[in-house]
């Protein structure tokens, strides 16, 4: 083969990954949105939060400032082994003091902002029982992410608007579930409503 084929051949195969690559790009962003679009939309006047979640999934509020959500395929999950804590599918969201509570009111700070509740992060990272932490913004308010390791195994955690502990809310699932998708797709819808 001469020169100007090799080059020809070349040159078609760059401008076809390209494409395909853009193509893919483009259509994998139009998907996720419009997933997100059709997913059901959930208030809670009580803590003043809406976000969305897949609506195949089952909801359970009986909790005193909490909520479970399941993918309905999961229910009931029960792990057989500690480490299956690893791989829990469900998302559970606590809101305020039950936030103190469920971590222990005498390792959880009486009272929270922002600073102190990055303090205590990092003074749990030192301690090895979470990881990195992640600061973001999520829809206008500061937020910080890590995953939290228990003898049990691991979650991921997001803990969203630390203005003080009433508006405070905590979201977590298994650090290795096959639901992660899904759980930072939810994060990133949490708003506050009026």
Do not use: H
Request: aromatic share 14%.
């Amino acid at each position: 083969m001469n020169q100007k084929i090799k080059n020809l051949i070349l040159i078609t195969i760059i401008i076809v990954l390209i494409v395909g690559g853009w193509f893919f790009i483009n259509n994998s962003s139009k998907n996720t949105e419009q997933v997100v679009e059709e997913w059901e939309f959930y208030t809670n006047e009580d803590f003043n939060i809406s976000f969305t979640y897949p609506p195949s999934w089952e909801v359970d509020t009986k909790a005193w400032n909490s909520m479970i959500f399941i993918p309905s395929e999961e229910k009931p999950w029960n792990p057989k082994i500690p480490t299956e804590i690893n791989e829990d599918p469900r998302i559970q969201i606590y809101f305020g003091e039950s936030i103190r509570e469920r971590l222990g009111p005498k390792y959880f700070p009486e009272t929270i902002s922002s600073a102190i509740l990055e303090e205590w992060l990092e003074k749990g990272k030192k301690l090895e029982e979470r990881g990195d932490i992640v600061k973001k913004t999520i829809n206008g308010f500061e937020s910080f992410e890590s995953i939290e390791t228990y003898t049990s195994g691991c979650y991921k955690v997001v803990y969203w608007r630390p203005i003080n502990l009433d508006s405070l809310v905590r979201i977590q699932i298994g650090c290795e579930s096959k639901y992660l998708d899904d759980f930072n797709q939810i994060v990133n819808t949490l708003e506050q409503i009026d």
